[in-house]
């Protein structure tokens, strides 16, 4: 019974930075994976983030060295942190788990980067 919820998305210019949220309840955050996606209009979901249990990191090449990820135990909350936002990033974003190997996603929530 995971619950997930993403919020912080809003609208940008290019070159400008945003941080992202996403609340888990209903289970024990610390162990478990946390991975963003993203999904632009017209385009199939992508991952771009992935933040592990123990706290490791990995990003997809199209914003590696822009986006960081991080998490708090604490406050059962990972964030994701984007800088030199790009029209290209543009999107809704969804934080996604797996517990128990079931697919748990948030609603999503709309980054627009304006040019």
């Known amino acids: 019974q995971v619950q997930l919820i993403d919020y912080g998305g809003g609208l940008v210019q290019a070159g400008g930075s945003l941080r992202i949220s996403c609340v888990a309840s209903?289970?024990?955050?610390?162990?478990?994976?946390m991975h963003w996606y993203r999904e632009a209009p017209g385009k199939q979901r992508e991952l771009v983030a992935t933040i592990s249990a123990a706290g490791h990191t990995d990003f997809a090449d199209s914003v590696k060295g822009r986006f960081t990820a991080s998490k708090d135990n604490a406050k059962n909350t990972a964030y994701l942190q984007m800088t030199n936002l790009k029209p290209e990033d543009t999107g809704v974003y969804y934080c996604?788990?797996?517990?128990?190997?079931?697919?748990?996603w948030g609603q999503g929530t709309q980054v627009t980067v304006s040019s």
């Open positions: 209903g289970g024990v955050f610390s162990i478990h994976d």
């Open positions: 996604h788990t797996r517990p128990h190997k079931t697919d748990r």
